[in-house]
């Protein structure tokens, strides 16, 4: 069964620090990999999403950026971190070129700019 | 543009006290219609797929419905393992991105 892992779980970060989380997706080829924010009673803002290695889609200019240096692995970075970057972020995959699959979460980092 | 809202924002019921979660959506051309349960602090967890007008999907306590318009999530007799917040979100044919409503936080209390 395929299975996703994101760390860390938490993560406190002075501003101007730089950052880097990674999620890797076992048990699966090829997916579909996505960055997600969750701002706290707001929905899902897509941040990233990969349909394969080096292939990067960015949805929000920002003070992010996403790698994908190998087929089931994700990392989102960042130089200089921004207070406005805490958050909650998600990482999630799906199989499948037409876009009527699910997407599946990993559980998170929270992340606290101080 | 592809919208989704979902409503009430927050419901409190008491164990055993059925009710029901909308969705309502604006998109053309709906290619796939998913609710996911999420709990504090985690991911949030897939429990259905629905992509048709007239589609019902069943788990245990919930079951999803779908018209052209809207989905409702019923839950039968909840318990308290039952609350969380449920999220429902949407595929179109004019976005290849998932769109998120704010979702609906589910208290159940014993």
């Known amino acids: 069964s395929q299975t996703i892992h994101q760390w860390p779980a938490t993560l406190v970060q002075p501003v101007g620090s730089p950052l880097s989380l990674e999620c890797t997706v076992e048990?699966?080829?090829?997916?579909?990999l996505y960055w997600y924010r969750q701002a706290a009673g707001r929905g899902l803002q897509l941040l990233f999403y990969?349909?394969?290695?080096?292939?990067i889609s960015s949805e929000v200019p920002q003070n992010l950026s996403a790698s994908r240096p190998q087929d089931r692995q994700f990392i989102l970075s960042s130089k200089k971190l921004l207070l406005s970057d805490s958050g909650f972020y998600l990482c999630a995959w799906s199989v499948g070129q037409g876009s009527n699959q699910p997407q599946h979460f990993g559980d998170g980092t929270r992340l606290s700019i101080l | 543009e592809d919208q989704v809202t979902q409503s009430p924002e927050a419901l409190r019921l008491q164990e055993g006290e059925s009710s029901s979660l909308n969705c309502s959506y604006t998109?053309?051309?709906?290619?796939?219609l998913f609710w996911y349960r999420q709990d504090p602090g985690k991911g949030p967890e897939f429990l259905f797929t629905l992509y048709s007008a007239g589609e019902e999907k069943e788990k245990e306590r919930l079951k999803a419905t779908l018209t052209k318009k809207e989905s409702f999530l019923h839950i039968t007799a909840p318990k308290p393992e039952d609350s969380a917040t449920y999220l429902c979100?949407?595929?179109?044919?004019?976005?290849?991105?998932?769109?998120f409503g704010s979702g609906t936080r589910l208290l159940v209390r014993p």
């Open positions: 990969s349909v394969g290695i080096g292939q």
């Open positions: 979100a949407v595929y179109g044919d004019s976005s290849y991105k998932l769109i």
């Open positions: 998109v053309s051309g709906l290619r796939g």
């Open positions: 048990g699966t080829s090829n997916p579909n």
